[in-house]
Nanobody, 117 residues
């Protein structure tokens, strides 16, 4: 059974940084096309960044240049380094597969990121 658990969220001031981590069991993340998503209050979940099994990365325009997605294969984690945080980055952040083709897994609990102005 696949299980994804996100961690690292916190309350930070605008301009600050956070590093989120997604730990997986039941799958090997290095072989999957994975993504970070976020869902703000009263908004739909949106894809923030993704990383292919080859290590290629893509970012939403809203986070490009501020966020970096990476993997630590030895730990079976996918991470999201978030710099220059803005209040509009406030959301619950989740990791999951990047597309129906790559496959989706049961959603984890997410991790709350709150950015104060």
């Amino acid at each position: 059974q696949v299980r994804l658990v996100e961690s690292g969220g916190d309350l930070v001031q605008a301009g600050g940084s956070l590093r989120l981590s997604c730990a997986a069991s039941g799958i090997t993340l290095s072989t999957r096309h994975m993504a970070w998503y976020r869902q703000a209050p009263d908004k739909e979940r949106e894809l923030v960044a993704d990383i292919t099994s080859a290590g290629n990365t893509n970012y939403a325009d809203s986070v490009k240049g501020r966020f970096t997605i990476s993997r630590v294969n030895a730990e079976n984690t996918v991470n999201l380094q978030m710099n220059s945080l803005k209040p509009e980055d406030t959301a619950i952040y989740y990791c999951n597969g990047a597309s129906p083709y790559s496959g989706y897994y049961p959603w984890g609990p997410g991790t709350q990121v709150t950015v104060s102005s």
